[in-house]
């Protein structure tokens, strides 16, 4: 309704806020996340005319985020809504003429597949699933869509209870599980089965599966989306179809699987995930991401590709010294299209079959927490794609492959930033003390920051580890700006977009000289003078809970700390984590009991006894990525340390803690309410 309702007055919005453009009268609320808009996946119409796109917003009164599809031509014009309600309208793809938008809802109460058709703008429910569709895709024919969806198998049984007297209420059934991995961020505990492949006609019907097996084609395991070859007679996906799938669930391979019979042939054979599958348009060739796994800690995500059949396998992106992801053949097939993060900028790139690289335009993202940016194209060379800036979260823009440069066709978030006014962001480089490497980072001043004066300082640690912060829009780091803050966020040691051999020096010993590089970054900002050197915070967020707690046990320097979701024990990490299958012989040399002094030298705990600092944890009961038992455990060893500490549980939440807006909220205030009780009084 709220997405309805900024329809119908977009004139009226427009023409108030261009007279109250540079007003900014006040800094950005905690309660703005409630207004704040997210533009993503892009759909561009085969013709080129029309974009298709997913805005999702919040629902300040179920305390949800819900999404529905809205529609803009590509020179802007006929901005509107297609769907509307408090419902979560996701996934919209072109129907190969153009005339009809597949798409997934839970408008009627479950995750169902529908279909909107542009002419009439007549909607059409197409299945009754009992289990939620994903990775829906048109044949290219346009007569038979593509899906995902959980096939349940019963659970494992050992026993069969008597049955309870009539009119007797008794508990509910113990569960049993056999399977490695019985819970999933993000999906709570799973359901017995596996993902598997199905087809149904365009015009709804009865669903037919195409894959068989005990294996997962899917999610959660595989990232990848089933893709039609042109002649519509095969389905090419990634899936780990391997004996031992469950202990080593990256080890995807390439399959071929036939629409008829559900026949399957292997397309590629080596060790290690290879994923995200492109046919050319030609039928002629296969582009895929991946790697042969070396079972390192990092390893850099490159572009291949192959005959139809699998045959002439080579990397074309191996001068690339920078990852590889979302792969498209331009629609000549005269190279690939792809997304990568060079610097903390996420860029969209071209490289050609003998693997020359050209960089198209960067900031390509979404903001707000959304997932990476996207990007779509027509044959005509038009594509439609997010971009995201510091100061403007992510918005619709289009452009043409013979002239990049970009025009925005969206502005979903001007109604709630023309009169805020945001914290200003500095690109910083600086040597770390470790081994002069250089390192990026960036920082948010306070919206009124007066270089004069001196301001109390937060070091904000991203997670990942194995990740990269950069010039894209922060609300959370915003907020504490407005609160009053300087904020430093950096790229230590570790980070990804910097190449394979930076991302790899924390191969087998993290957490470690990251420390130097944090440090570091802290004295470069004291340095510049309006700092106050003793009204210094640190906190961050899984990885970056970690390295706060390696921070404050290595360092007395920050008045308060507060770790979010962090790993404080590797050994009980690795055997509760929904990720420990594949932790433990990469991000370690083996299991905990082969290797206990490894496991140990690197646990929190064993700096846990130099910890001075007022700290608060903080995790989501629901989080079984770094499950909560980490934070109770760092806890309780701060309490009999007799540290000033606090153990905040956020119900319902899995790892981020952002599920419900109100969370969300929560946790940010959380932060900036410890950091602000621990505030040295100003002097008068």
């Given at each position: 309704m709220r997405c309805m309702a900024k329809c119908l007055m977009w004139t009226c919005l427009m023409v108030l806020f261009s007279g109250l453009a540079g007003a900014q009268t006040r800094p950005l609320s905690v309660m703005d996340i409630f207004n704040l808009e997210v533009a993503v996946d892009p759909q561009l119409s085969p013709d080129g005319t029309r974009i298709v796109y997913v805005r999702q917003f919040?629902?300040?009164?179920?305390?949800?985020?819900?999404?529905?599809?809205?529609?803009?031509?590509?020179?802007?014009?006929?901005?509107?809504?297609?769907?509307?309600?408090?419902?979560?309208?996701?996934?919209?793809?072109?129907?190969?003429?153009?005339?009809?938008?597949?798409?997934?809802?839970?408008?009627?109460?479950?995750?169902?597949?529908?279909?909107y058709r542009t002419e009439d703008r007549q909607m059409?429910?197409?299945?009754?699933?009992?289990?939620?569709p994903s990775g829906a895709n048109w044949s290219p024919d346009g007569k038979w869509i593509s899906f995902t969806m959980l096939v349940p198998e019963a659970p494992p049984a050992i026993i069969k209870m008597p049955p309870p007297p009539e009119g007797a209420k008794w508990a509910d059934p113990a569960k049993v599980t056999d399977r490695?991995?019985?819970?999933?961020?993000?999906?709570?505990?799973?359901?017995?089965?596996?993902?598997?492949?199905?087809?149904?006609?365009?015009?709804?019907?009865?669903?037919?599966?195409?894959?068989q097996g005990k294996f997962h084609h899917g999610a959660p395991f595989n990232a990848s989306d089933a893709v039609w070859t042109p002649d519509g007679k095969y389905l090419i996906l990634a899936a780990n179809r391997g004996e031992n799938a469950e202990f080593d669930f990256i080890d995807t391979n390439i399959y071929e699987f036939s629409v008829a019979d559900g026949k399957v042939r292997a397309l590629t054979t080596r060790k290690g995930p290879e994923r995200s599958p492109a046919v050319s348009p030609d039928g002629k060739m296969i582009a895929f991401v991946g790697f042969e796994d070396r079972y390192q800690s990092y390893q850099e995500t490159k572009l291949s590709v192959m005959d139809r059949e699998g045959g002439n396998q080579r990397v074309i992106s191996a001068k690339w010294d920078r990852d590889v992801e979302a792969p498209q053949w331009a629609p000549d097939g005269s190279g690939i299209y792809f997304l990568s993060d060079s610097e903390g900028n996420t860029g969209l790139y071209f490289i050609t079959l003998d693997g020359t690289v050209k960089k198209l335009l960067g900031n390509v993202g979404s903001g707000l927490g959304a997932p990476q940016g996207s990007v779509s194209f027509a044959k005509n060379g038009a594509f439609a794609i997010t971009l995201c800036h510091p100061h403007r979260p992510g918005d619709i823009a289009v452009g043409t492959v013979a002239k990049p440069a970009t025009q925005f066709?969206?502005?979903?978030?001007?109604?709630?930033?023309?009169?805020?006014?945001?914290?200003?962001?500095?690109?910083?480089?600086?040597?770390?003390?470790?081994?002069?490497?250089?390192?990026?980072?960036?920082?948010?001043?306070?919206?009124?920051?007066?270089?004069?004066k001196k301001y109390p300082l937060i070091l904000e640690i991203h997670g990942g580890p194995f990740a990269n912060y950069g010039d894209r829009f922060d609300v959370e780091k915003q907020l504490m700006a407005a609160a009053g803050y300087v904020v430093l966020y950096t790229n230590p040691r570790g980070s990804t977009s910097y190449g394979e051999e930076f991302?790899?020096?924390?191969?087998?010993?993290?957490?470690?000289?990251?420390?130097?590089?944090?440090?570091?970054?802290?004295?470069?900002?004291?340095?510049?003078?309006?700092?106050?050197?003793?009204?210094?915070?640190?906190?961050?967020?899984?990885?970056?809970?970690?390295?706060?707690?390696?921070?404050?046990?290595?360092?007395?320097?920050?008045?308060?700390?507060?770790?979010?979701?962090?790993?404080?024990?590797?050994?009980?990490?690795?055997?509760?984590?929904?990720?420990?299958?594949?932790?433990?012989?990469?991000?370690?040399?083996?299991l905990p009991w082969e290797h206990e002094q490894n496991y140990a030298s690197r646990s929190l705990l064993s700096v846990v006894k130099n910890v001075k600092t007022p700290t608060m944890v903080m995790c989501g009961e629901e989080d079984y990525r770094t499950p909560i038992s980490e934070a109770e455990q760092y806890y309780q060893?701060?309490?009999?340390?007799?540290?000033?500490?606090?153990?905040?549980?956020?119900?319902?939440?899995?790892?981020?803690?952002?599920?419900?807006?109100?969370?969300?909220?929560?946790?940010?205030?959380?932060?900036?309410?410890?950091?602000?009780?621990?505030r040295k009084a100003e002097k008068k």
């Open positions: 919040c629902d300040i009164m179920t305390d949800q985020r819900k999404s529905n599809l809205w529609m803009v031509n590509f020179d802007g014009t006929e901005h509107h809504a297609l769907t509307s309600g408090n419902f979560n309208d996701s996934a919209p793809r072109w129907s190969p003429d153009g005339k009809s938008l597949l798409f997934q809802s839970n408008r009627d109460g479950s995750p169902q597949l529908y279909c059409a429910k197409l299945t009754s699933l009992t289990a939620a490695l991995v019985y819970r999933f961020n993000g999906l709570g505990y799973l359901k017995p089965g596996y993902a598997q492949v199905f087809v149904v006609p365009a015009e709804g019907g009865t669903p037919r599966q195409v894959t066709l969206t502005a979903i978030n001007d109604d709630v930033l023309s009169d805020r006014k945001l914290g200003q962001v500095e690109e910083i480089w600086y040597e770390s003390a470790k081994d002069k490497r250089k390192i990026q980072g960036w920082i948010i001043k306070p919206p009124d920051f007066d270089p004069a991302s790899a020096l924390i191969h087998h010993a993290y957490p470690g000289d990251d420390f130097y590089d944090l440090n570091s970054g802290v004295d470069a900002v004291i340095a510049k003078g309006y700092v106050d050197p003793e009204q210094l915070y640190v906190t961050g967020g899984s990885g970056g809970g970690v390295l706060t707690c390696w921070m404050i046990g290595r360092s007395n320097r920050f008045r308060a700390a507060v770790s979010n979701y962090p790993v404080i024990n590797w050994t009980s990490f690795v055997l509760t984590s929904d990720i420990g299958n594949f932790t433990h012989n990469r991000w370690f040399p083996g060893a701060l309490k009999l340390l007799g540290v000033e500490s606090v153990l905040v549980r956020v119900p319902n939440e899995p790892h981020g803690i952002r599920v419900r807006p109100s969370h969300h909220i929560s946790k940010i205030l959380h932060v900036i309410g410890w950091f602000d009780q621990h």
